[in-house]
């Protein structure tokens, strides 16, 4: 198959009107931060018993049409000895990975922040999809004050992710593209929605220099949402601050937007979605999931590293999955919870 082919195939596989793409690819140190509460260590295998729960959720493929694995699950397998992305797979669930390395300070950007793991990326990406990855993921990350992102950090971080972009996509590989401005801090929504449309303007810039086919990538955003140290908005508030920005940024050829969820609760972020749905209009693209937290953080809570409740924690993951396929048809109930 050529490159162009490989590409939409995957995009073919991942996008459709019902299902989403559950994040599953924390780091090392995250992934200690989200056992911690639940009193589990964090060793190579609890990790891998942990993903091998989701991964092997029945029915989850009904809902789920991509997972991001973190490097070290592409080469775990299944409590039956399956490796993970072929049990993915099994379920029609197509396999990805988290290629970034983590953030580090931007020099001359005080505040701002800038991903690593641009270097040999190219051969990462060969050894990844040896494994069995068809899709990337790369997160920039935005912190919001009175001064950030600076012109500066919003440019150089655009580059970064247009470069991931075009190098995987050289590759055959299909890119998730995510500029996360970040929940943190006490400001409006309305300053949030300014800071996601100047970053996401200067990200399809970038990309469009770059060269990258708007049909074959996903973009992974946030929603627009007042800080946490904030108030609330309302479901309907963040659908039309959301859909607004979008609607000013984001290209029609590109075929899906996949929202991470970001800190919002579990229930929040499917209410959200579903109000996005029912107001979408006629917004050209998929409008879905790429949650970690939202759909992992019940599951978790009904696992705590025993193997007695992985059937429990299942439905929890089952029902998150479910809930917010009804939400991408706007018809999402929050009685249904
Ligand atoms: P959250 O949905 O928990 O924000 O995670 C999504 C993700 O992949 C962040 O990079």
């Known amino acids: 198959m050529d490159i162009e082919s490989q590409l939409q195939q995957t995009i073919d596989d991942m996008v459709d009107a019902h299902r ?14 989200r056992f911690r509460p639940i009193g589990v260590e964090s060793t190579e295998e609890t990790r891998r018993a942990w993903r091998s729960l989701l991964v092997t959720t029945p029915g989850l493929g009904d809902y789920i049409s991509g997972i991001i694995l973190f490097e070290e699950t592409l080469y775990q397998t299944t409590d039956n000895g399956t490796p ?18 983590g953030k580090e300070p931007l020099p001359g950007a005080p505040g701002d922040l800038i991903t690593r793991g641009l270097d040999c990326l190219g051969e990462r990406i060969t050894e990844y999809m040896k494994q069995g990855a068809r899709f990337a993921k790369w997160r920039e990350v935005y912190p919001v004050t009175r001064h950030n992102p600076t012109l500066l950090g919003r440019r150089t971080n655009a580059e970064v992710l247009a470069r991931y972009a075009a190098n995987c996509q050289e590759l055959g590989i299909v890119p998730i593209v995510e500029p996360e401005v970040l929940m943190d801090g006490d400001h409006e929504i309305d300053r949030c929605a300014e800071v996601t449309e100047q970053v996401l303007h200067e990200v399809f810039h970038a990309l469009h220099l770059h060269k990258v086919r708007f049909e074959h ?12 140290e904030c108030r609330r908005a309302d479901p309907e508030e963040v659908a039309e601050a959301t859909l607004k ?27 959200n ?3 996005i749905n029912q107001m979408r209009g006629n917004a050209p693209w998929q409008l879905s999931i790429s949650y970690g ?27 998150r999955a479910r809930l917010n396929s009804l939400a991408r048809k706007g018809e999402y109930d929050p009685s249904m919870e």
């Open 20 to 33: 989403g793409i559950l994040a599953a690819d924390e780091s090392l140190p995250t992934m200690e931060k």
């Open 84 to 101: 993970i992305p072929e049990a993915a797979w099994k379920q029609k669930i197509v396999p990805g990975v988290k290629v970034d390395k």
């Open 217 to 228: 990538m996903l973009l992974k955003p946030n929603m627009v949402l007042p800080g946490k």
């Open 245 to 271: 920005v979008l609607k000013r940024t984001v290209p029609a050829a590109v075929p899906s937007i996949n929202f991470l969820s970001g800190g919002q609760g579990a229930e929040e972020a499917t209410a």
């Open 273 to 275: 979605l579903n109000a």
């Open 293 to 319: 937290r939202a759909l992992q953080q019940p599951a978790l809570h009904a696992w705590r590293g025993k193997a007695e409740n992985v059937e429990k924690a299942q439905q929890a993951l089952l029902k």
